[in-house]
């Protein structure tokens, strides 16, 4: 039994400047009511300036069974950093 | 407050249910996980016990903040000046946006939001006890955010560690709001504990009636509170309801001699050894009472929750209806 309204998921842009971030979701019938609800749901506290409202069944996500395969490769790159380099000590603004 | 066992104590247990057969590769692995403190997100394996322990708990920590707002909703229009009445509207809505973080939360696991609310209408689900206590005066309102909200977070801190990251992150923003709440309703104590004779006295008698109830908020005693254990070691709790509890009046009883009001407990005294304050025995007979439902309001509580939802049901076909006609119209321009 299932006759919600869909699923939306909540993005909130903290103050200009920064990104938008995942807050939460929202059930609502269309995506002008999900904003409102939205903004009733997680901006109270003058948490945002700015919202973004996605369905739910829009997101595609990475499967966790595949989170090796994806990021540990990563893991041995250590020299995608830069303090992998030696430097000589004398050698300034590097 | 609304993470303990709820479940009336006479219902037959069902021990197999935790014995479903898991694979035992992936229980091993989900328990050093838990184990060394990481979270538990929606798509990752979960043992089938894991994942209804939290849905029973998350719904009915959902389903208290939502019963919630109807003592205290029940005096905005009574709120004694346009500040308590602001600040109580504003509590309330806080209230009805924790229900809506803990239910969406509780989705994450795969129930719908729906089912949730049958469960609540129907009486199959469980709310904190603390809400089937009437709110007979101004100052219970007092009482409330002052106890029930302070007894919430001393429960809720924890859970923002909890394993379960959709939880824990609802947690870390009810925690944020829910201080407020405890203040406020201090404040009214305060005023209340420092003005006219009645005031004192209305103070007072909301402190008796409230005391005990509050401390019923953290569920049985630990030895009566057979799931602990489990959760404890899953991380969906932090901390047993015989220490939180304890932690409670260690706090509370100095805030009650501040400003005058006495704490109705004969028992109670300083434990210097301990470095804790001793108190009476807790009427358990009373909270499994409320618990089966036969808490003061509990039937007026669930027909004002349902007749809210039902006097709404055409708002709610209006939204859907106004959705789907700009739905064929986008399709046919």
Known sequence: MNNDWPLWEVFVRAKHGLSHKHAGSVHAADARMALESARDTYTRRMEGVSLWVVPSAQIVASDPGEAAALFEPAADKVYRHPTFYVIPEHVKNI | MYTTELEDKNKKPAPREVLVAEDPAKLVAFEARVAADEFIEPKDWMPAAYRKTLVRQMSQHAHSEIVGMLPEGNWITRAPSLRRKAVLLAKVQDEGGHGLYLYAAAETLGTSREEMIEALHSGRAKYSTIFNYPTLTWADIGAIGWLVDGAAILNQVPLQRTSYGPYARAMVKICKEESFHQRQGFEIMTVLAGGSPEQRRMAQDALDRWWWPSLMMFGPPDDNSPNTAQSIRWRIKRETNDELRQKF?????????????????????????????????????????????????????????????????????????????????????
């Open chain 2, 249 to 333: 009046v260690d706090v509370t009883v100095p805030q009650a001699d501040a400003i005058g009001l006495k704490v109705p407990d004969p028992k109670l005294a300083w434990n210097e050894a301990r470095g804790s304050y001793d108190f009476g025995p807790v009427d358990w007979e009373e909270f499994y009472a409320v618990v089966r439902g036969e808490g003061l309001v509990a039937k007026d509580r669930m027909k004002a929750r349902v007749a809210a939802w039902e006097d709404g049901a055409w708002v709610r076909e209006a939204a859907t209806a106004h959705a789907a006609k700009h739905v064929v119209k986008a399709a046919a321009e």
